[in-house]
């Protein structure tokens, strides 16, 4: 089932100076059309690219007399304090690199206090990778067509402790990545744990669309029936922030899937300023979207994140070295964050917002 060229190493590798590292070094260790899948883009990655352009565009300015004798990363996101503002963001799949998949990524999360949101796509059992997530997760759920296979899943992510549900809204069709399909790659059958949510089927691609998308009944259907938080993935039209606050929901994460639905959306970094201007503090809002080392991740938060999340480097760094790997690329990137916060004289990633950390577009150049 591993589709590697060598297998994960279970030692930290030589030579990673920084958390985006490991994107360079999981080359070595996946087949060219897993590897095309797992970094690729929808369609030709310009989405992709875009996000990683506007994190580049924004420049820190930094403040050099500030204090920081009580500086710390901690966050509090859904009234839980937080030892600092990094997620893992959830991954279908992950057995696809390595064995101990989304179990390793939870002992890797677990390590640095990290919570994770785990993908219904997950290859482990849920209960197995709650066992092991120490410092918390959340359960992504797709809401499909059928309520009953929707409000199972709900229940069992309870049972089993999960501390909010995030409903992912901005997948229900894909145009698909052409680097993947160049590459050649195709699933392998039989990876994920439980059935995938069966959506009705459908030829057209409205068709599809109206099986798989989340309607506001759905969302209102399961702001009343969850125990815990809904936080809703995939929101970039401030107008739609909005419905998701008078819905009721807890947070919005501010995220076009990494580039992976619609080549030509706009940077998630792009819409973030703007959808916490409408959200004010009545919601959490997370963001997640090319983020590759401290720097963003500073960036993010002055630009309205409450926390970000972390997406393809948890399964780069999977794939290189395992719970290991994670642990290890998560440190990093809570170091690098640290060391950003002290240069730029950030003390306080609370206020970081009102901080004027950043010029961006033209006048950064
Ligand atoms: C291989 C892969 C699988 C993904 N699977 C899911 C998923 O099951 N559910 C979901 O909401 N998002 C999924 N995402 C999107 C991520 O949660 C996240 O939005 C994105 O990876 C963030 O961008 P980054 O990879 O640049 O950090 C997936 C992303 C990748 C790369």
């Not at 590897?35 to 875009?50: E, I, K, N």
């Not at 197995?128 to 409000?151: F, H, I, K, M, N």
Request: charged residues 20%.
């Amino acid at each position: 089932m591993i589709d590697s060229k060598s297998p994960p190493v279970d030692r930290i590798p030589p030579g990673i100076r920084g958390a985006e590292d490991y994107e360079t070094l999981a080359a070595q260790h996946l087949a060219a059309p897993t590897l095309a899948y797992l970094a690729g883009g929808s369609g030709d990655d310009r989405t992709l690219r875009w996000n990683r352009e506007a994190l580049d565009r924004a420049r820190l300015k930094p403040r050099v007399f500030a204090r920081l004798d009580h500086a710390s990363t901690t966050v509090t996101v859904l009234g839980r304090p937080l030892a600092h503002p990094l997620l893992l963001a959830p991954v279908a799949c992950q057995g696809l690199v390595h064995p101990g998949a989304e179990v390793d990524i939870a002992h890797g999360a677990a390590a640095t206090d990290t919570p994770l949101v785990l993908s219904s796509l997950a290859t482990r059992p849920l209960e197995e990778v709650a066992a092991a997530a120490t410092a918390g997760w959340w359960y992504q759920l797709w809401l499909g067509a059928d309520r009953t296979d929707s409000l199972a899943r709900l229940r069992r992510a309870e049972r089993a402790g999960c501390s909010a549900i995030v409903v992912t809204v901005d997948a229900a069709v894909q145009l698909p990545s052409r680097r993947a399909l160049r590459a050649g790659f195709t699933m392998p059958p039989g990876l994920s744990a439980d059935p995938p949510p069966c959506f009705a089927h459908a030829d057209t691609p409205f068709g599809r669309y109206r099986a798989a998308a989340v309607r506001r009944e759905d969302l209102c259907w399961l702001v009343e029936t969850s125990t815990v938080p809904v936080v809703v993935k995939g929101i970039l039209h401030e107008a739609d922030a909005g419905v998701c606050r008078e819905l009721g929901v807890a947070g919005v994460v501010v995220s076009n899937h990494g580039g992976r639905t619609i080549d030509g959306v706009v940077a998630s970094f792009d819409a973030l300023p703007r959808i916490r201007s409408v959200l004010g503090d009545t919601c959490a809002v997370l963001f997640d979207g090319g983020v590759r080392s401290g720097a963003d991740v500073l960036k993010a938060i002055a630009a309205g994140a409450d926390a970000v999340l972390i997406g393809r480097l948890q399964i780069f760094a999977l794939a290189v070295a395992g719970a290991l790997g994670v642990a290890h690329m998560l440190k990093l990137l809570r170091e690098e964050l640290a060391l950003t916060m002290a240069v730029t004289g950030c003390a306080d990633l609370r206020t970081a917002r009102d901080a004027d950390l950043f010029v961006t577009g033209r006048g950064a150049d």
